[in-house]
């Protein structure tokens, strides 16, 4: 089972950057396709951001794109998201997710993911 621990949420102001990371338990971690999925209060959990194994494929949800990027070093086990320019709107708990399945998905929806981490939260003042 694989473990995933997110880190390097916080307080912010409005403009101001972030940058989370998300380290896994296990060695396998360059076999799984990550992302990055958040969920403010009262709303349901939404795709962020995805990365391939090797890290040159990478998807944004259009909310995000041109402001935040996800990567990963799989030497290090961790994937990271960083955001730039952050809103007020950004403020959720944000989760990291893995998927150890081999093969064509829609990866931007949360079933398809096999593990996930205990959230971290950002919050965005104006």
């Known amino acids: 089972q694989v473990q995933l621990v997110e880190s390097g949420g916080g307080l912010v102001q409005a403009g101001d950057s972030l940058r989370l990371s998300c380290t896994a338990s296990?060695?396998?971690?360059?076999?799984?396709?990550m992302a990055w999925f958040r969920q403010a209060p009262g709303k349901e959990r939404e795709f962020v951001a995805r990365i391939s194994r090797s890290g040159d494929s990478t998807d944004y949800a259009d909310s995000v794109k041109g402001r935040f990027t996800i990567s990963r070093d799989n030497a290090k086990n961790t994937v990271y998201l960083q955001m730039n320019s952050l809103k007020p709107e950004d403020t959720a708990v944000y989760y990291c997710a893995g998927r150890g399945k081999i093969g064509i998905a829609a990866f931007r929806s949360i079933s398809v993911y096999d593990y996930w981490g205990q959230g971290t939260q950002v919050t965005v003042s104006s």
């Open positions: 296990d060695r396998g971690f360059s076999t799984l396709r």
